[in-house]
């Protein structure tokens, strides 16, 4: 048996132990306590080979952990039953709690801070440290098994909002780091750190890089930064870190997402950025205020997040849902423009579903982007497949890295893959910056894509259906919320906008239909057109004879930039509004909307509403706007997959392939 494999059935038998405890039944109960007696026992063998290596040296090295304090003096003493208890409850943590005196004990003083006993007999308590006493750290060949195995266990955590939040699958983060290639002297930064997978997997690659005292010290103290808001979820990474030589790791507990975004002094950007931020997940409108572009959706902040954080030069690698690539919302739109417009997004590893365990139906995408100050210039797509004959991954079945070589290869150098292709930053705002591409159909070189990477693209698409289908069912089912208080004149909120073209606008030109939306003038334009009025993306545009039957439009994407009618208006919501873009719009198309549109219109024969009638155009403010957004956005997401569907692009290509040469 190698000690790998001892050392997992050894912690298997002692969580099987503190099962039967009463007070630690549950997963997390046990986890935490068996955490810090497993941390304890192999901090000694690590003081232990320091001082060995010291006295080489002929240096001395000053333990933190010392006299009956040391895990060989009372874990394996006859202590047992309530004495136990007391002793460690009593004498061990609270000593631990004080240390001092070095960076390496205050260090510990502040990780055993929160720590306590929960178990109730002190006889399993004993059965428990026996078993933990009997892993010989000294035999282990690799110096990350435990690492390693700590990892496998929490995958098999049965709480998966828990495990969720901080277990990234090793295959995945190694991958990420290998795309990266980080350097010693650049600072590394996981804002939602769990056990600290990536900045251990990092380690991993600068340790041999350090060949000096100074390197040394750099990597233990001012390298790796983590925040991460669980409390079990910290001690987790800490303890990770602390494991692995980093003395001082930089790791603080707080809720990453209450940072102002808009005032992160540069100080504290890093170089590079590696997580797996918790999606799926909502925040406050009060947290949402530290962000541009405000949502509930907590994948879209810790983006924004990430973007804020990353030092000029530097690398982010985050694991994204799909809605993040295509989501027509205000919010997702803003900040993927933004993403691509001041960020080069190198690429984006599209991964099938199973891949991570707690989240089976779950597809994410691993994403790579550097900050450059300009605009991207092309980016490069990978989509990975189960091997020939697997539905797909699942805990029995999990990703390995192999399965991701040629992405990383793809991604990183370039090297050409069947399953990769490129987009133009051209081809991706032209399609309003969504970034959901698909196969290639065929190569420069004339080879066809795989029929099943189309078919995957398809899934994909399903699969955006049915979530959005869900969220929306699911906001209906709470129509309480759907009320809408006092209501408030829009001059408060309402900016004009529409510059005058002065000159003949090079660009094409937009009209707005009575259904709403926007498309290519087809009639005949005005001899002068240097009065036309300039729209862009977030402006709304109607026509003031038309808006009461619903010809008012809200521009989402840049192919639908234009110049329109100069009799139209032309106006844009403030920040401050008390509403979003989709639901003033959902409003003034409604019949409520309407009727109150026809309340301040002007005109005996041709009624109208100028943008002065608009300004008194009185609107309910919605009481519960997280509601009201998740129920638009899921709206917003419906339309726009349909529309696609309608056209049948991807229908058609998957017809061309399996149809090609019958």
Known sequence: MTPEAKLRGLIRAASDQMRADDNTKGY??????????????????????????????????????????????????????????????????????????????????????SVTVVMKSGHTLREVINLVDQIDFHALS???????????????????????????????????????????????????????????????????????????????????????????AHFVGTVNLLLHGIDDPQAIRRNTLEEDVRSIDPGD???????????????????????????????????????????????????VPDGVLFRTDQAFLSVRRRLLNEFSVEGIIRLPSGVFTNAPGARTNLMFFRRTGAPTKSIRFYLVRPPHGRPGFSKSLPLTRDLLTPAVEWIRDGVETAHGWESTYEEIAAAGYDLNTRPRLQTEAGVQADPLDVVEHLRRQVGVVQETAARWSESLDRLDNFEAGNRVQLKNFIIERGDRAAGDPAERLVGVSNSGGLAEFRGAA???????????????????????????AYCRSATEEGWVSPEYVVFSIAEDAPFSADYLLFFLTSQAGRDEINRHVRGGVRARLYYAGLENVEVPVPTDSTQWDAFLESMAVLREVTRKAAGASSASDLASLLFAGA
């Not at 000694?44 to 003096?73: K, N």
């Not at 939602?192 to 600068?206: K, M, P, T």
């Open 142 to 232: 690799d110096a990350h098994t435990m690492s390693v195995v700590y990892e496998s266990l929490l995958a098999q955590a049965t709480d998966a909002g828990w495990s969720g939040e901080f277990y990234t699958p090793r295959p995945i983060v190694d991958a990420m780091v290998d795309v990266v290639q980080p350097k010693l002297g650049q600072t590394v930064y996981d804002p939602c750190a769990g056990s600290c997978g990536f900045l251990v997997s990092v380690n991993e690659r600068l340790y041999p890089q350090a060949l000096t005292t100074a390197d040394s010290e750099l990597l233990k103290s001012r390298t790796y930064f983590a925040q991460e808001s669980g409390a079990l």
């Open 28 to 113: 997390l109960s046990y986890l935490e306590q068996l955490t810090w007696l497993l941390f304890l026992k192999q901090y000694e063998a690590l003081e232990e080979d320091r001082a060995a290596i010291a006295a080489i040296d002929g240096t001395d090295y000053l333990q933190v952990v010392t006299g009956r304090y040391r895990w060989s003096e009372w874990a394996r003493s006859e202590l047992t039953g309530d004495a136990l208890i007391e002793f460690v409850t009593q004498d061990l943590l609270p000593t631990l709690r004080k240390l001092e005196g070095s960076r390496r004990a205050e260090r510990l003083a502040t990780l055993f801070q």
């Open 526 to 552: 005005a001899s002068d057109r240097s009065r036309y009025r300039r729209i862009e993306v977030g402006d709304f545009v109607y026509n003031p004879m038309r808006i009461n039957v619903g010809s008012l």
């Open 269 to 319: 950007q890093r170089d590079l950025i590696f997580t797996n931020p918790p999606f799926g997940g909502e925040e406050n409108p009060q947290v949402q205020r530290n962000f541009p572009a405000r949502s509930d959706s907590t994948e879209l902040l810790f983006l924004q997040h990430c973007m804020a954080k990353l030092a000029p030069g530097g690398t982010c690698a985050i694991v």
